[in-house]
């Protein structure tokens, strides 16, 4: 069982920059894809981003690509979420996943693990 634990989210304003983290229990971290999804009020939850095992492989959205980039640190069983030139639609709440797959993806259902979620919020 893989525990996740976001951190980093809050209130800013629109252009600024967060960056949001996922710390993992499992120490074997680097077993896992990664991903970061998100759900506005109101919208289903969507991709963001993902990563592969190594580290080696991204994937993003088109809504925050040139924006946004996720990064791991298997030695500390950490996965990052660097959001630049954030806009209001970027107000969610964000989610890390975990997935035994070898390469990140876009698809929820081969996410097995999820963290709680931490509020982004980005005013006009």
């Known amino acids: 069982q893989v525990q996740l634990v976001e951190s980093g989210g809050g209130l800013v304003q629109a252009g600024g920059s967060l960056r949001l983290s996922c710390a993992a229990s499992e120490r074997t971290f680097s077993n896992y894809a990664m991903g970061w999804f998100r759900q506005a009020p109101g919208k289903e939850r969507e991709f963001v981003a993902a990563?592969?095992?190594?580290?080696?492989?991204?994937y993003y959205a088109d809504s925050v690509k040139g924006r946004f980039t996720i990064s791991r640190d298997n030695a500390k069983n950490t996965v990052y979420l660097q959001m630049n030139v954030l806009k209001p639609e970027d107000t969610a709440v964000y989610y890390c996943a975990a997935s035994s797959g070898i390469a990140g993806s876009s698809l929820e259902y081969l996410y097995h693990y999820w963290g709680q979620g931490t509020q982004v919020t980005v005013s006009s």
């Open positions: 990563i592969n095992r190594s580290g080696g492989t991204t």
